[in-house]
């Protein structure tokens, strides 16, 4: 019997590279071609859909096409409702912010926009603050991992918590040239450096709200900022008795030296300090009345949902999941000409290869034996918020959730020979990555475009990475088949200073599709691996979403 299995097995599973690709999956991928992907891109992107901001006639446009173009593909819904919609309560926002300072009651000066930005107020129509201390807590990390701790159990309570941008680091013992890859993870960004989490520890501590320093110079995150300010930001509806910090913003290095200097005290010297384990938050002497008044917005907004249900009676019932964001940032009626911020590339290519990955699926005769979601998410821009609200209100268990490949901002400068991932080293996706890769005869390297590892938290992978489920955001490299050597970091490196969340961003007539064409291909492969195989692909050690998801590590 097993000789005879055997016998019959061997000649349908065609290896290459040393991947086992079956016929099923091989035939599928012949039904992913750039003629289909431009399509939907072309529409997702016209000026018709005004530039898909959730709850606008663009989210309405975007989410009929999506559920029309799932059920073309031959994706079920996704929902076990029987719907491919997911409700996404959310809240948009316009809000003025003013915090004023004084010290010993002497007013300082310190205006939105010049001096701070808003990036999460509290969802009320108006607030007041009165005399909130001003405290400045090192780089506002509390990470057990390694052994780090800024707070250490000072009460912040309804106090405005100041707090570095990045994360320690220290030298790796006497080689002051290089950073100790056992702490923080070296030269690589942590989770522990993003706003978000910084956000989370002064909330949870009671604070009144908190100001992440920046440097505009050094940093394009704070002109970022200054752009949003613009349009209407947007949230999830808060839970029900759930506490939220009247301001959640970001902070100019200047602003924060005149304060230090008004105070008596040195931000260089406070800076330095913050490096240190001994480091203890510091009241400034300095106090802030925060007031804001905000026109808020209550709507739903949707997450689109299709399945393709896997082949093994039990193990159908775990998922690998694909998200890509449909939305994008709307438009801005008080621009000059062109108001719609189109997001071609951020993200209807994206959104298009989360639809061509659906049609491979369904397309297969013999299914993986996991089954596979494909969720088009809402709010990206905002912050993850369909992502986040899935990882919430899953529609499948998280426990049963076993990967995430996120697809964000394709590649349409040409084929490459190389591929890359963000976050690379915290699961073993990288190896599914990798193996998927090796099928294809291309190379799998270890992030060409994110030497920092920043990239990794950009988008809703991390909503899922944050809940300990081994999620991706794959990324094509930047070894150009028939270009030049510097042709790939030219070309995106244009697309970040050119076109990025810029009206700009729109269908080139020079887009070559080669490589979206193969890169689909590769998730395909990927995810049907990952699918497919006996065991699950799990969370590696070192990796701090083991700590911050507070999974085992056994997973
Ligand atoms: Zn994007």
Redesign the pocket.
């Known amino acids: 019997m097993v000789l005879l299995f055997a016998a019959l097995v061997l000649p349908l599973l065609a290896q290459r590279n040393g991947v086992s690709i079956s016929p099923s999956l091989n035939g599928s991928l012949d039904a992913i071609n750039g003629r289909n992907l431009i399509g939907h891109v072309q529409k997702l992107a016209s000026d018709e859909f005004e530039g898909r901001s959730p709850g606008t006639r663009g989210e309405d446009l975007t989410v009929k096409y999506l559920v029309k173009q799932f059920k073309a593909v031959g994706a079920a819904p996704g929902n076990p409702n029987g719907s491919y919609i997911q409700n996404v309560p959310l809240v948009g926002y316009r809000t003025t912010p003013k915090i004023e300072l004084t010290v010993d009651g002497k007013p300082l000066p310190f205006s939105f926009l010049d001096d701070f930005v808003c990036d999460y107020p509290r969802m009320t129509s108006g607030l007041s603050i009165r005399a909130a201390d001003i405290v400045f807590a090192g780089y506002g990390i509390t990470a057990p991992q390694f052994g780090w701790d800024d707070y250490k159990k000072t009460d912040v309570r309804g106090k405005l918590v100041l707090v570095l941008s990045g994360e320690p680091s220290r030298p790796l013992g006497e080689d002051t040239t290089k950073l100790d890859p056992g702490f923080f993870k070296g030269e690589l960004q942590t989770y522990y450096a993003t706003r978000e989490f910084k956000y989370e520890q002064a909330r949870r501590r009671g604070a009144a709200g908190v100001l992440i320093i920046y440097d505009p110079e050094t940093s394009a995150t704070y002109a970022q900022f200054q752009t949003f300010a613009k349009l209407e930001g947007q949230n999830l509806k808060p839970r029900h008795g759930s506490y939220e910090m009247a301001i959640a913003s970001l902070v100019t290095t200047d602003a924060v030296k005149r304060i230090f200097n008004a105070a008596g005290k040195n931000f260089d010297d406070a800076e330095r300090s913050a490096m240190l384990p001994a480091f203890r938050p510091e009241k400034l002497g300095v106090k802030a009345d925060i007031s804001l008044s905000s026109k808020l917005r209550y709507f739903n907004s949707r997450n689109v949902v299709a399945k393709v249900v896997g082949s093994d009676p039990r193990l159908r019932n775990e998922y690998v999941i694909y998200t890509a ?1 449909w939305d ?1 940032l709307g438009k801005d009626t008080s621009l000059k000409g062109d108001q719609i911020y189109n ?1 071609a590339n ?2 209807a290519i ?1 959104t298009a290869q989360l639809i061509e990955a659906a049609r491979a699926f369904a397309a297969m005769k013999q299914k993986p034996k996991r089954s596979v979601l494909f969720i088009a998410t809402t709010a ?2 905002k912050g993850y918020l369909g992502a986040r609200y899935y990882v919430r209100y899953p529609l499948y268990p998280i426990s049963k959730t076993v990967a995430n490949i996120n697809l ?2 394709g590649n349409l400068f040409g084929l490459t020979r190389d591929l890359a991932s963000t976050g690379y080293g915290n699961s073993t996706m990288d190896e599914v990555l990798a193996s998927a890769a090796r099928s294809q005869g291309r190379v799998f390297t270890t992030g060409s475009l994110d030497e920092t590892g920043g990239l990794y938290f ?2 809703d992978q991390m909503e899922f990475a944050k809940a300990g489920i081994p999620a991706v955001f794959p990324w094509s490299g930047v070894d150009y088949v028939g270009k030049p050597k510097d042709y790939g970091d030219k070309v995106w490196a244009e697309y970040g200073e050119k076109r990025y969340h810029q009206v700009s961003d729109e269908v080139m007539p020079d887009w070559d599709t080669k490589g979206a064409v193969e890169d689909t291909r590769w998730f395909v492969i990927a995810g049907y691996l990952a699918a497919q195989s006996v065991e699950r692909p799990r969370l590696k050690e070192g990796s701090e979403f083991i700590w911050i998801s507070g999974r085992p590590k056994e997973n």
């Open positions: 964001h994008h997001g951020d993200n994206g990206e821009e964000d901002a950009g988008s």
